[in-house]
């Protein structure tokens, strides 16, 4: 499950490494840009492109943190991987997580602790992409900007309780987003589980695509 902008693309060098591997990968598309789809609409999405395989790991980035335990539900899911996400409370829309989680408070924290100035930062040059290769932002920018509409922001997250579904929670630990040590709490008071971490910021499936598919692929064998 990709973040804000759904593209599937995302996650094309993790992908092609587990591929090369021998698993089976499928690289959720959402209809982003549509400002009648929310949160339901992307989870239906993402059944539909899963088709009839069971027992699958899902994987949520960013904003996927909402979908993946939708999905992983309705598929018979034997593991959710959630990947520097946001972390879902009942009740709570994706537009009302930001307030209540901290996260603005916790980012100029993390900001003030770098060195580094918000006011003065590009949002994608400097928080998303800082450490993406060159090559791999080329091949970004040449898709053109991601539409992101409104729609999965306003509707609360749907489900009374987490799925019962083994959970693992995967931070990059330079995330200039979503900084580690507010994930650190965040997952411990809504999922009662430790952060793993690994080097990387926002975008792993971009700037650590091996190293995250050593991840995925060890996490997969623990529940097999």
């Not at 598929?75 to 009942?90: E, F, G, H, K």
């Not at 507010?182 to 080097?199: C, N, S, T, Y």
């Amino acid at each position: 499950m990709p973040g804000a902008g759904g593209d599937g693309w995302y996650w094309n060098r993790v992908a092609a490494d587990l591929v090369s591997r021998g698993h089976d990968v499928v690289a959720v598309d959402l209809p982003a840009a549509d400002p009648a789809a929310g949160l339901s609409e992307y989870a239906q999405a993402a059944v539909r492109q899963i088709g009839d395989r069971r027992g699958v790991v899902v994987v949520g980035q960013s904003l996927g943190g909402f979908t993946a335990p939708l999905v992983a539900e309705r598929v018979n899911a034997s593991l959710i991987v959630l990947l520097n996400a946001m972390t879902p409370a009942r009740g709570e829309s994706p537009g009302e997580w930001w307030a209540s989680t901290g996260f603005m408070e916790a980012r100029v924290e993390q900001a003030r602790r770098d060195g580094r100035d918000l006011e003065n930062e590009d949002l994608l040059v400097d928080v998303f992409l800082h450490d993406v290769p060159s090559d791999v932002v080329e091949q970004l920018m040449a898709r053109g900007e991601p539409q992101q509409s409104d729609g999965p922001f306003s509707a609360p997250w749907p489900m009374d309780e987490w799925p019962d579904v083994p959970t693992r929670f995967l931070q990059g630990v330079d995330d200039r987003f979503f900084p580690v040590e507010f994930q650190r709490r965040l997952v411990a008071q809504r999922l009662g589980i430790d952060v793993d971490e690994m080097p990387g910021g926002h975008l792993l499936a971009l700037s650590q695509p091996f190293e995250l598919a050593n991840r995925l692929e060890a996490y997969a064998a623990q529940v097999k």
